[in-house]
């Protein structure tokens, strides 16, 4: 009994790691012996002595995310340069110009309806390129190394939300990654957004970009990022029957079609309930005629005293 | 003041409460419909604001409503929301009879109204179903919207914060339908306003019902 469980343990164990190594390029091996561990080990020919060194964090990366990511049937030479392969790096290899989204994907009739060109003309006039010009890459919100397209592909809202919302804060609440692009330090996003009424569950529900972007209605996800001064902050715009949050978030012709579980399903367990958003046409009808049947009834009755009176 | 015709039916306490009660619905409903409708073509106010106010009022209601089941059972005003079971079918359709036909006919009414009894069985059961199942009812929902951590987050794959608002907006109409209702039936009288000044003076003209 015991044996088999364990047997059970170990190949559900191996079914796991399989998996997760299965999707990434056999040659990358070489790197990610390295670059997926917190320390290296390598001859130094100096002292002609084995040494343990502490990895760059910042080059160290998770092979999990990496495997979910789009670029993870990718060979790490296909963008970064083959040189890489021997050991110390050269120096100069830093300075190699990486390859942008466009580079690949433009023009790219496998993707066109990525409208990647499209993409890059709403960049160009959001507010990053306006203040960092070119130095401003696609990368900088979109880490080619672990990106999912999750505004297309999840069926869940939630998950489209928390992805998307980690992009923006991967700088705007970590100080090192803000100051790549600004002298200052990054803002005190609580404080800022102090005025928003229950403001976690917005942060939770909402995409920073709802309010920070101008809508595209042709576009999946709008890449304009506004200045702050032109940030929605008018609550009806989400808070009504015509819900900016519709042509946003909820662009559900997009998420119904890829659902299993149905459309009225669909609605009820993505949309969170949106003060003034949500209004059941049957409902309102039902209300309408019981307000209108109690009105009728007191008139009638009023009428009815005052005759008899 | 203190006529044979008048009964002192309407104590401080129950004045106050009534007062406030009634103030905070009516700026529950005023901000729940600017909420409920919101859009950028119809504004009553803004929108922040309305929420504000329908948090303060809703906690404003929710403290009278603790008050009121307390004053309720130390006095003896818990009484007269007794209700017996027993042939009340009967009683509230001589009730509505009346309210339908006798009263044009100048009949007497078939509950008239003395120290002993304060409602009429249609007033109880409408005062009884608002007050145990409706205001409760939209206190615990409201708490729930308004701590969201509370809420069970689904039920059968349904978010929990959809249903709880939804069933919190059914009962908000429900309630503004009783007052409206409630308005109206106090206008019947003697003199229409018979009824208003009695719970603002605390005396009910036994002969202006």
């Known amino acids: 009994m015991r044996s088999s469980f364990l047997f059970f343990l170990i190949l559900i164990l191996l079914l796991g790691f399989s998996k997760s190594s299965q999707a990434l390029a056999p040659e990358n091996e070489s790197c990610l012996k390295c670059h997926t561990h917190q320390t290296i080990t390598f001859h130094n020919t100096l002292t002609k002595r084995e040494d343990k060194r502490l990895m760059n964090p910042l080059y160290i990366l998770d092979k999990d995310h990496f495997a979910k ?16 392969s021997k050991y110390p790096h050269n120096a100069d290899l830093k300075l190699e110009p990486l390859s942008t989204c466009l580079d690949c994907h433009g023009g790219d009739a496998k993707y066109a309806s990525y409208q ?29 190394h672990y990106y999912q397209a999750k505004s297309r592909n999840s069926s869940e809202v939630g998950d489209i939300v928390k992805f998307s919302n980690e992009m923006c804060m991967s700088c705007h609440s970590n100080n090192s990654k803000f100051q790549l692009i600004s002298d200052k330090l990054k803002p005190a996003l609580s404080q800022i957004h102090e005025w928003l009424p229950n403001q976690e569950l917005h942060f939770l529900n909402v995409r920073c ?16 990022i506004l200045p702050k001064e032109k940030a929605l902050k008018n609550c009806v715009e989400c808070h009504s029957k015509n819900s900016m949050l519709e042509a ?37 009808y039902i209300s309408i005629l019981i307000f209108i049947l109690a009105l009728a009834g007191i008139s009638i009755h009023v009428i009815a005293r005052i005759i008899k009176k | 003041m203190n006529s044979e015709n008048k009964i002192y039916f309407y104590p401080v ?17 005023f901000t729940g419909i600017n909420m409920q409708y919101a859009n950028p073509g119809f504004k009553l106010m803004n929108f922040e604001l309305a929420v ?9 209601v929710s403290v009278s409503y603790i008050f009121f089941v307390v004053a309720n059972l130390r006095t003896n005003n818990h009484k007269f929301y007794r209700l017996k079971f027993k042939g009340l079918f009967k009683r509230l359709q001589l009730q509505i009879e009346y309210y339908m036909s006798g009263i044009f006919k100048n009949q007497e009414p078939p509950f008239p109204l003395s120290e002993k009894r304060k409602f009429n069985p249609m007033q109880k059961v409408s005062y009884l179903l608002i007050m145990v199942v409706f205001v409760p009812g939209l206190i615990i929902t409201g708490l729930g919207l308004l701590f969201p951590e509370l809420i069970i987050e689904n039920v059968y794959q349904v978010s929990g914060i959809f249903l709880t ?3 919190h907006a059914c009962l908000g109409f429900l309630v503004s339908i009783f007052l409206i209702v409630h308005l109206y039936v106090a206008s019947i009288g003697k003199h229409p306003l018979n009824n208003f000044k009695s719970i603002l003076n605390g005396y009910h003209d036994i002969n202006g019902h």
Request: glycine fraction near 6%; charged fraction near 15%; proline fraction near 0%.
């Open chain 1, 248 to 284: 946003s978030l909820y662009k559900y012709k997009n998420l119904q079609s890829r659902s299993e579980i149905g459309k009225l399903n669909s609605i009820i367990k993505n949309k969170s309930y949106v003060i003034g958003a949500y209004q059941n046409i049957w409902l309102n």
């Open chain 2, 52 to 60: 504000n106010l329908h948090n303060i009022s809703g906690i404003l």
């Open chain 1, 116 to 144: 990647f060109e499209k993409i890059d003309t709403e960049f160009q006039k959001s507010v990053h390129f306006q203040k960092s010009g070119d130095s401003f890459t696609c990368s900088k919100c979109h880490n080619q």
């Open chain 2, 165 to 167: 608002a939804v069933l």
């Open chain 1, 209 to 224: 970009i709802e309010c920070h972007t101008q809508v595209v209605d042709s576009l999946s996800v709008s890449h304009n």
């Open chain 2, 13 to 29: 306490w129950l004045r106050i409460w009534h007062g406030i009660n009634g103030l905070g619905i009516l700026m529950l409903i």
């Open chain 1, 69 to 84: 990511g789009v670029h993870a049937k990718f060979k790490c030479i296909d963008c970064h340069s083959a040189d890489y």
